[in-house]
């Protein structure tokens, strides 16, 4: 057997090395056969294309390697600077830096960060605070716009000399560019600050919906630049673009988000190519978008959030990790290259450095912005309820960060309409750099200082959903009463008519008639589950009653002795029969439809119906019976209270409907490693010999 | 009514004092009162299940009589009252008023307390200050009764985890004599305390005239 693999794999070997000298080898001339020749303009554009892709991720292995260093500077800052070194190295070698190509960044570099983004925009706080977020992405842009452009303006002809060739187009059409709160620049340097919901949603939120103003203004100035004259009537036909661009953006993402999430309720039996048609309808919803540049950005959001409930419903909870995964790792990745190369291209130049313009600029931008927001929320305050204090507008205004978007936006101006282009890139990329390095580097210490409110760890509980729902349907029920349509009453009608016709027809099988409540519950049973094998692992069995019981559910450490480990790993390698069927074939077209769910269901079915009668009994009815012995007792109560509760006997209800059904487990919490543990658990002797004793106590008691 | 013109306005103030309603609110409100009353004196709860937007609301029963609960009304007595006037309609709706900006925290606590009262009063419907695993059962089961597929397991099985993760978070570790009889008022507190729930239990109540809206039938 080794031997032929020996005798093989030099064959192998042989012929490669013929092939290749066959290929590379001037067929005219007689000189020696080459055995090793290089041949690097084949391969170079793949090869510099994963090279810098390999040198962006390696940054940021380095960056988290130095906690010292990410824990003061985002990590926007840090990949800026070694773009700033790349780009210095590749001009002391003599070569040219590239600098960052717009369609690049517009096709490839931009779409999986908001793609990332739509995908997992949470949905209620948005629609919440839509209102605001409207006014500020709409009403603040606008202002910005006009009046950067306006005072700009003014000072280029207070100060005549270079200046005085810029005209106001010119300026108008710099303030649309520069004026506009970058997504990908807010998402990074928020990721880290963890602020509350309410400040995160309402600054990204406006990030993303004054794409459509940008985009629109963009090349209306664009047009008026090259046409030369603007009439009454442009203007008007310009507003009336915008409303085009907007609402053609997202109808384009909501067709996409419906046909994706149509196409999800057949893959039930593809499950391996589930996750690619979430990726492909809405990078088609992008670039169709753009086709017709209506806003691309707005059309992503939308296939998005359209999609996502109805997908995640069909399907397998493997897809959507694997969906997940590969959302955070492009955008990932595309985040670190966009940053690498703004500090490249700032390097490649061409620069035109004017004191005066850039210094104006970034003070304008900063004024306008706390204008903007300060008299916007005077407005705003009126309607809401929950009202914005001080501290709120302050890191709202605080938070307006420009980045890679107006850098490429100034990078497409045609040099022929704007000979003053080379001095709009240096101002951007002046204010870029000043807003993520100053803003971005302060603005954590300042949240601290102002003592603005955190995130809260969000636990899931099942009486908060229970109650958050009941309120829903109470705060409808009294706007009936009282006969006012309010947001309650509109939501409560969107709903109905969701669960009355959308969801049939776009969520296969049965999940369709799921209400919100038990998918929730499921997904808390699921992570409770798991967490009860963890900590099952991990419990001691002597000292139960002395383990201490917190009130907050904590998560219990792993800190098992190794001989205990090995003697649990010994039973359940005992019971490995049910994985044995599941290892068995790893061809990619022959992979098994989600066996786990199967198992699980009809084994957990029974058993967690045990373990519910045994622990309703131990803490809501009579009174547990005295004459167990204290080790078994020990075990049920050494489990952490919390996790001592969550049997799932949903599964008990209607088995035929879960069969390849994915269970969808709340976003923070890590299934893979964890999914191996479950099926083996499951044929584990100790519990349910546990289970067939307490079973007959109970009995007994009765 | 025959009423002179300064009478109502005079009780319009007073409970514009005590509700902390405007007093245009209270005209609006109202005006919404003899609407739904169709001009008789007191609304009874008839009047309230012919709103239409309440038929379709799985959880109207509760919302009807938490109407005619006397603890909302702010006395100290239990049970039901069979019709109620005007006073009683805004002393209930004044729970979903939103609270006026710049409120002091110590206000703000208050405020969610009586919220927070106001929904336990609607789950505990036997007036024994205790949310006993029934009474929790049938809130779920009202909850999904819109899903007419779902068994009574369900509800069960729901009902259960939450009343054991309430036990687990406020009671903890329980010695094997105890059992857990009920949710108390405290306990609700604990469990519901990062629900903000006085930011959330609002409706607003516009300034603006509800007469022309074509509600109810």
Excluded at chain 1, 446 to 459: P, W
Excluded at chain 2, 124 to 135: A, K, S, V
Aim: charged share 20%.
């Amino acid at each position: 057997m080794k031997m032929k693999m020996k005798v093989l794999l030099l064959l192998g070997c042989c012929c490669g090395l013929v092939c290749a000298g066959q290929n590379r080898s001037d067929p005219r001339d007689q000189r020696l056969f080459p055995v090793l020749s290089i041949n690097y303009d084949y391969v170079q554009m793949p090869f510099e294309v994963s090279l810098w892709i390999l040198l962006a991720s390696l940054m940021k292995l380095g960056f988290h390697l130095l906690p010292v260093l990410s824990g003061v500077v985002p990590e926007s800052c840090l990949l800026i600077v070694v773009g700033l070194l790349v780009g210095g190295l590749i001009r002391v070698m003599g070569k040219n830096p590239p600098v960052l190509d717009s369609q690049l960044f517009f096709l490839c570099l931009l779409p999986p960060i908001i793609l990332d983004a739509g995908y997992f925009l949470p949905i209620r706080p948005f629609t919440e605070n839509a209102g605001t977020i409207l006014t500020f992405a709409v009403l603040g842009t606008l202002w910005n716009v006009f009046f950067m452009g306006a005072v700009l303006y003014g000072a280029c002809r207070l100060e005549a000399g270079r200046l005085a060739s810029v005209d106001l187009l010119s300026c108008l059409l710099f303030g649309s560019i520069v004026s506009a709160v970058d997504p990908v620049a807010v998402l990074a340097v928020f990721e880290e600050i963890h602020i509350n919901e309410l400040l995160h949603i309402l600054v990204f939120g406006e990030s993303l919906l004054n794409d459509a103003v940008t985009v629109v203004l963009y090349h209306l100035f664009e047009e008026f630049a090259h046409a030369g004259e603007v009439t009454v009537g442009d203007v008007f036909l310009g507003v009336v673009c915008f409303f085009v661009v907007a609402l053609g953006g997202v109808m384009v993402g909501g067709v996409y988000g419906v046909l994706a999430a149509f196409t999800s309720r057949f893959t039930s039996h593809t499950r391996v190519i589930e996750p690619l048609f979430v990726f492909l309808y809405s990078y088609m919803a992008y670039l169709s978008a753009e086709v017709f540049h209506l806003s691309g950005i707005m059309a992503l959001i939308a296939c998005g959030v359209v999609m996502r409930p109805y997908v995640e419903a069909n399907i397998s909870h493997k897809s959507y990790t694997t969906i997940k995964y590969f959302l955070k790792m492009w955008s990932s990745v595309s985040e670190t290259l966009i940053f690498i190369f703004l500090g490249v291209s700032t390097v490649a130049g061409p620069h035109a450095w004017n004191w005066t313009f850039v210094s104006i600029t970034i003070v304008l931008c900063l004024l306008s912005r706390v204008l903007g927001v300060v008299g916007l929320t005077y407005i705003i305050n009126k309607y809401r309820m929950v009202k914005l204090s001080g501290k709120d507008q302050f890191i709202v205004a605080y938070g307006g960060l420009r980045g890679a978007i107006a850098f490429s936006l100034a990078f497409l101006l045609s040099s022929d309409d704007f000979p003053m282009k080379d001095m709009f890139l240096t101002a951007i990329i002046t204010v870029i750099f000043f807003t993520v390095f100053v803003q971005g580097m302060t603005i954590r210490p300042l949240v601290e200082l102002l003592a603005v409110k955190k995130k809260k760890q969000t636990k899931c509980s099942i009486n908060e959903e229970i109650h958050t729902q009941f309120l829903e349907h109470l705060l409808a029920g009294i706007e009936g009463v009282c006969g006012h349509y309010g947001h309650h009453h509109w939501r409560h009608k969107l709903d109905r008519f969701n669960k009355r016709y959308i969801r049939r027809c776009l969520i296969g099988g049965e999940r369709s008639q799921e209400p919100q409540l038990v998918s929730f519950y499921n997904k808390m049973e699921l992570k409770q589950a798991l967490m009860l094998l963890e900590s099952n692992s991990s419990a001691n069995l002597s000292t139960g009653d002395t383990a201490a019981a917190p009130r907050q559910r904590s998560r219990k450490t792993l800190n098992i002795s190794k001989e205990r480990e090995d003697e649990i790993r010994k039973i359940l390698r005992a019971n490995l029969q049910k994985t044995r069927q599941r290892l068995r074939s790893y061809s990619r077209h022959t992979l098994m439809p989600d066996a786990e769910d199967e198992d699980w269901s009809e084994t957990r079915l029974r058993k967690q119906r045990l373990q519910m009668e045994r622990r309703m009994s131990h803490f809501l009815t009579v009174p547990a019976h005295r004459g167990s012995p204290p080790a078994r007792r020990a075990r049920v109560e050494s489990d952490s209270p919390a996790l001592a509760a969550r049997p799932s006997i949903l599964f008990s209800l209607a088995d035929e409907r879960w069969e390849s059904r994915g269970r969808k487990p709340s976003v923070k919490f890590a299934l893979d490693v964890e999914e191996q543990k479950l099926p083996r658990c499951v044929s584990d002797p100790g519990a349910d010999q546990l289970l067939e004793e307490e079973d007959e106590n109970i009995r007994h008691r009765h | 009514m025959g009423a002179s013109q300064s009478g109502p306005v005079h009780m319009f103030q007073d409970l514009a004092y005590k509700t902390g309603f405007s007093i245009e609110q209270i005209k609006n409100l109202h005006n919404r009162f003899i609407y739904l009353t169709q001009a008789e004196d007191t609304l009874r709860r008839e009047h309230l299940e012919n709103v239409s937007d309440l038929a379709l609301n799985p959880i109207r029963r509760q919302i009807i009589e938490a109407f005619f609960d006397k603890r909302n009304m702010g006395e100290k007595e239990k049970g039901c009252l069979q019709e109620i006037g005007f006073e009683e309609f805004v002393t209930v709706l004044s729970f979903f008023r939103p609270p006026k900006p710049h409120t002091v925290d110590e206000e703000m606590k208050n405020i969610k307390k009586e919220k927070l009262r106001f929904l336990f009063n609607m789950h505990d419907t036997d007036n024994d200050g205790i949310i006993t695993l029934d009474e929790y059962r049938r809130v779920v089961e009202e909850l999904l009764s819109s899903y007419e597929i779902m068994g009574a397991e369900t509800a069960k099985a729901i009902t259960d985890a939450a009343m054991l993760e309430v036990a687990s978070v406020t009671v903890g570790q329980m010695g094997p004599d105890e059992f857990y009889e009920g949710i108390t008022f405290e306990q609700f507190m604990q469990i519901l305390k990062d629900v903000e729930i006085e930011t959330k239990m609002n409706i607003h109540f516009w300034n603006l005239d509800t007469r022309t809206v074509q509600c109810g039938k």
